[in-house]
Each structure stands twice: as C-alpha cells, then as structure tokens.
C-alpha cells in the first residue's frame, strides 16, 4: 500500500501532461485542416474588395453578396459538372471496394501460385504515383477511342485506387477468425456465397474507411479531367471552376463560391459515414 501510495500521485502527474500534449497536437492539426476550407467558404459570401481586404474578416452588412454563385450558376454549367463528378465518384469508388475485397479476400484466404508476385505488385501501385504514366494512359485511351468520356475516368481511378483499398482490406480479413469460413465450408456453402454472405458484412467498417479514402482524391482531382476529359460535356467540378480563372483576371467570387458548392457534398458524406469511418480506422487496431 506504501509503494502504491507514493507511485501512483506520480504516475498521474505523468499522464495528464501527455494527455493534454496529444490533444493539443490533434486541436492543432484540425485548426489546421479546416482553416483554408472556412476561408473558402466566408470569402464566398463577400464581394472582390473585401476578400482582398480583410481575407479573414466575416462578411458584414456592406461586403455581404451572393454574386459569386449567380455567376456560378448562370454562366456556367454547374449542374452538369456536378453529375459528372458524381457520377465518375459513385461508379470509380463502388467498383474499388467490390473488386477491392475481393482481391484482398483472395490473396488473404487462398494460395496459389504467383501470390506473392500479385501482392507486390498491389504494393507497387502504393509507392509509385499513377501520374508518372500520364502520357501512356493518355495513349491507351486514344487507342481506345476513350477520349473526351467518363469512362476514361471511372477507368483510371479504378487503377489509382484499387492498391490502397486491396492493402487495407487484406489487413481487416486478417482479422476475421476462420472459424466462420470453416463453419459455412462444412455446411456446404458455395465460396461466392461465403464472400458475399459472410465476409463482406463483416468489412463495411473497413470499406467505409476504403470508400472516404478513395472519394476525395477523385472528387478534387484536376490532373486526368484536364487532360483525358477536357470536354464540355465531360467536364468536372474541378476543371469546370477554371473557367473562372484568367491569365490576367480572375473572378475569385466566383471561383469560392464553386468551391463552396464542391465541398458540399463532401461534408455531407462525411457527416453520414463518420461513425462507419471512425469504427473502420480503430476496428483494426486491437484483436
């Protein structure tokens, strides 16, 4: 009792300064993260002077205007950009995690021959950049007549997505006792049932997390609109802000004001699958 007595005052002192050191630090990152969005966002609602004037004051009675969105949405097609990007997100990131799980249940639960070679590619596609074979993927379209459409997206960030998402999933059917595969075997359940019946409930915490991961780079990509669907009517949210943007002037209401309307949607799917996001990031960290 002695000893507890003099340690544990000790000890405590110890863990609250750690305590407050790591809040600290993690207030600090979201101060960090979130203070260009909420500039984004208030410099939307006031007018040229003031953005350049007081960049970080709230719009009052005299800078207050909502002239950045009607420019965005009369002289430009906002609408249609949107349901492109949307589009490209919804069909690129639902094919990522289908095929996703199931290579990663693939390589996790069989082997075969050339598994290893498989894996390390998957790890390849991690450490090298996809923008290192822009002028390749750009030939392969034209070969392919893909030019100038959708498809040519949804394919390409398939590719960029589809290493990582294997990479984390494999980590989470890991952790999957086999004890449920083995039952459902003795019962003389098919493998395609046992994948789609057994496993893929239990890695929608894991697919959430893949799914978040693999949105937002889609969704804010400028590089392969610009360069693969640089169209009119191929357009996304991204490449159709450039309009706004001049060599000599640039209308910066209305470029904040498309930037607010793009990020929208993002916090709006954020805000529906954080708890999914949260419980993917920590599921795996204990057993």
Request: proline fraction near 5%.
């Amino acid at each position: 009792m002695k000893l507890l007595s003099r340690f544990t005052p000790s000890t405590g002192m110890r863990q609250v300064p750690k305590s407050v050191t790591v809040h600290a630090v993690l207030l600090a990152y979201t101060v960090i993260a979130l203070f260009p969005i909420i500039v984004v966002i208030i410099n939307a609602f006031k007018e040229r002077r003031a953005i350049f004037r007081d960049p970080l004051g709230l719009p009052d009675s005299d800078s207050f205007t909502l002239v950045g969105f009607e420019q965005v949405l009369l002289r430009s097609d906002f609408g249609l950009y949107s349901w492109n990007s949307l589009i490209v997100t919804i069909l690129a990131v639902g094919l990522v995690l289908m095929l996703g799980a199931m290579a990663a249940w693939a390589l996790t639960e069989y082997k075969f021959k050339g598994n290893l070679l498989i894996t390390f590619l998957f790890a390849m596609g991690i450490m090298i950049p996809i923008r290192l074979g822009t002028v390749s993927i750009l030939s392969l379209m034209v070969n392919l007549n893909l030019v100038n459409t959708l498809t040519a997206l949804v394919l390409v960030y398939i590719a960029q997505g589809l290493p990582l998402a294997v990479y984390i999933l494999s980590e989470f059917v890991r952790t999957i006792p086999k004890e449920l595969t083995e039952a459902a075997r003795c019962d003389a359940v098919s493998e395609y049932k046992i994948f789609f019946c057994v496993i893929l409930p239990l890695l929608k915490p894991a697919m959430a997390t893949v799914a978040v991961f693999t949105m937002i780079p889609i969704w804010n990509d400028l590089w392969f609109p610009l360069i693969l669907a640089p169209g009119e009517e191929t357009r996304t949210i991204t490449l159709g802000v450039q309009q706004f943007v001049g060599q000599y002037v640039t209308d910066w209401n209305s470029v904040l004001s498309a930037l607010t309307l793009a990020i929208v949607p993002v916090l709006i799917l954020y805000t529906i699958f954080s708890r999914q996001l949260i419980r993917g990031l920590t599921s795996g960290a204990v057993k």
